[in-house]
């Protein structure tokens, strides 16, 4: 997964023979230029990544509603989500959080479900839970859907001994105390779980720590994870940085063996304010372009971790893990305001389709990203409520983006018209490439509030045809999928662009995202 040091270079060279000049308009008119370039980056499937923590309705009355329910379901686990998911594709799934993470002790959430203690839920919204969703529910549930899990463990109010135990629980396939442990609880085969974070934002939640005392004790728990299989694929996740605390990702990069760490991670949310969230569903304008510039600066957070990265691993060996990002709202009026439910609207595909972008982009580092939260929780790509499931546009924008997932990256260059709103400016497009079995796809966003804006995309050295297209896009920047109407914003087939002379244009509508194939 290593990238040539030239990359870059080589990137600029390309894109400098196509486009000359490219210089930023005052006309809402786009141009990119797309080319490939040797030893470009592997697009990661895992940066389509998801989140499951024990927050809300994520797990109960979300994911899992039990064996006895009415609603139809495998092992407790709703068979709508699960077909949803498969065909979403999901590569990985974080569990159990979060904040929960580091109160979470697993051996509570194993054996009989009759026997499993209660706890209480002191992060979100202080309910007590019975522990019927465990290490075998989550595992067994990622089997059937064909994902990876990517287990978050207990650093902050655990021990060493507690975490490496549940690394042999389903890890070691030999005969240990915590392998018996795991037959004796009816399963034989150890499922080779590789993605550990070791501890949940250090800087918070996860112990209020100073980034030099966490890397001494990420040492420590690094040390005593091991490859029970030898298949040295063991992925190690150091809790990462604060959006914007590079001092953060300094300390971690300085003082921690590279032996000892394959991955350092992420959180940044996209808001209107942080203390002053707003409404999902009933926002302006400005309140739009607030959370829009957040969702932008993930280009600035992604980039200058990765310079402070290069500095201390110029192989881009470690990779960088955004396992926390999405929109953050105001809870939906008469829920729980620990629950963290919102509707998910146009804005959310906006900064989806973003988000997504930029990760393409940056693939040389990013190699791995989770969506918050899968069901019911900030970011949702499916909402429930009773036995009614619906897909949100969120979804519909991963889903289309998924034609990216571990295909070769046709880097861009891009000169976006800018979306203007009082004394601020945005770029109003966004694009990603990616080529994969013989099939070219581009995905485009349009941020803008109320204008539509016309794309020259420079294809040239490319010789593609049989173009088309598909689009997600609504009357207004508010609408969203509800209960009663769970199709209002799906993909629609496209077809306002022309391709002519190797320069496809398209005029993109405001507030859209569109996604390509040509072959």
């Given at each position: 997964m290593n990238k040539s040091p030239k990359y870059t270079s080589l990137l600029l060279v390309v894109l400098m023979t196509i486009v000359p000049v490219l210089s930023v308009s005052a006309q809402q008119k786009a141009a990119i230029a797309i080319a490939k370039i040797d030893n470009a980056p592997i697009i990661s499937k895992h940066i389509y990544g998801h989140f499951s923590e024990h927050l809300g309705r994520c797990i109960y009355d979300g994911f899992y509603v039990g064996e006895k329910s009415t609603i139809p379901n495998t092992n407790g686990v709703r068979n709508d989500?699960?077909?949803?998911?498969?065909?979403?594709?999901?590569?990985?799934?974080?569990?159990?959080?979060?904040?929960?993470?580091?109160?979470?002790?697993?051996?509570?959430?194993?054996?009989?479900?009759?026997?499993?203690?209660?706890?209480?839920?002191?992060?979100w919204g202080g309910v007590t839970e019975d522990n019927s969703f465990g290490t075998h529910d989550f595992l067994d549930l990622c089997e059937i859907l064909g994902t990876e899990p990517y287990l978050a463990a207990n650093v902050g109010s655990g021990t060493v001994k507690e975490f490496t135990d549940w690394v042999a629980y389903v890890n070691h396939s030999g005969k240990s105390p915590m392998s018996e442990l795991r037959k004796k609880n009816n399963r034989d085969k150890a499922w080779g779980v590789k993605f550990w974070g070791v501890g949940n934002e250090m800087w918070g939640c996860g112990g209020n720590m100073t980034p030099e005392f966490y890397a001494n004790l990420f040492k420590q728990y690094s040390t005593f994870m091991t490859d029970w299989d030898n298949s040295g694929k063991m992925f190690r996740i150091a809790s990462g940085a604060n959006v914007a605390d590079y001092h953060w990702t300094e300390v971690l990069m300085r003082d921690i063996p590279k032996n000892l760490i394959e991955g350092v991670a992420l959180h940044s949310y996209s808001f209107v304010a942080w203390d002053h969230k707003g409404s999902s569903t009933k926002f302006n304008e400005?309140?739009?372009?607030?959370?829009?510039?957040?969702?932008?600066?993930?280009e600035e957070l992604v980039t200058k971790h990765t310079e402070i990265m290069d500095k201390y691993d110029p192989e881009k060996k470690i990779a960088l893990i955004v396992d926390e990002w999405g929109g953050w709202y105001d809870v939906e009026e008469g829920t729980n305001p620990g629950f963290l439910y919102q509707q998910n609207t146009m804005r959310d595909a906006m900064i989806a389709g973003t988000t997504l972008n930029i990760f393409n982009n940056h693939s040389d580092r990013v190699r791995m990203a989770n969506l918050a939260q899968t069901v019911n929780v900030l970011q949702a790509v499916i909402l429930?409520?009773?036995?009614?499931?619906?897909?949100?546009?969120?979804?519909?924008?991963?889903?289309?983006?998924?034609?990216?997932?571990?295909?070769?990256?046709?880097?861009?260059?891009?000169?976006?018209?800018?979306?203007?709103?009082?004394?601020?400016?945005?770029?109003?497009?966004?694009?990603?490439?990616?080529?994969?079995?013989?099939?070219?796809?581009?995905?485009?966003?349009?941020?803008?509030?109320?204008?539509?804006?016309?794309?020259?995309?420079?294809?040239e050295t490319l010789k593609l045809n049989n173009f088309s297209a598909q689009i997600i896009t609504s009357a207004k920047l508010?609408?969203?999928?509800?209960?009663?109407?769970?199709?209002?914003?799906?993909?629609?087939?496209?077809?306002?662009?022309?391709?002519?002379?190797?320069?496809?244009?398209?005029?993109?509508?405001?507030?859209?995202?569109?996604?390509?194939?040509?072959?």
């Open positions: 989500i699960i077909a949803a998911l498969k065909e979403l594709g999901i590569p990985n799934l974080r569990w159990p959080g979060g904040c929960f993470a580091d109160t979470y002790h697993w051996k509570d959430g194993i054996g009989p479900k009759s026997e499993r203690p209660t706890m209480v839920n002191q992060w400005e309140q739009y372009f607030s959370t829009m510039k957040t969702a932008l600066k993930m429930t409520k009773g036995d009614k499931m619906l897909l949100t546009p969120t979804y519909h924008v991963m889903h289309l983006y998924k034609v990216h997932q571990d295909a070769t990256l046709l880097p861009v260059k891009i000169d976006s018209p800018l979306y203007k709103f009082g004394n601020e400016t945005l770029p109003a497009i966004s694009a990603s490439a990616s080529a994969k079995d013989g099939k070219t796809h581009i995905s485009l966003v349009n941020i803008h509030a109320t204008e539509k804006i016309t794309t020259d995309i420079n294809l508010q609408d969203y999928n509800s209960f009663e109407n769970p199709n209002a914003i799906t993909p629609k087939p496209f077809k306002d662009f022309k391709y002519k002379n190797g320069i496809l244009t398209v005029t993109i509508p405001p507030f859209s995202v569109i996604v390509f194939e040509a072959q």
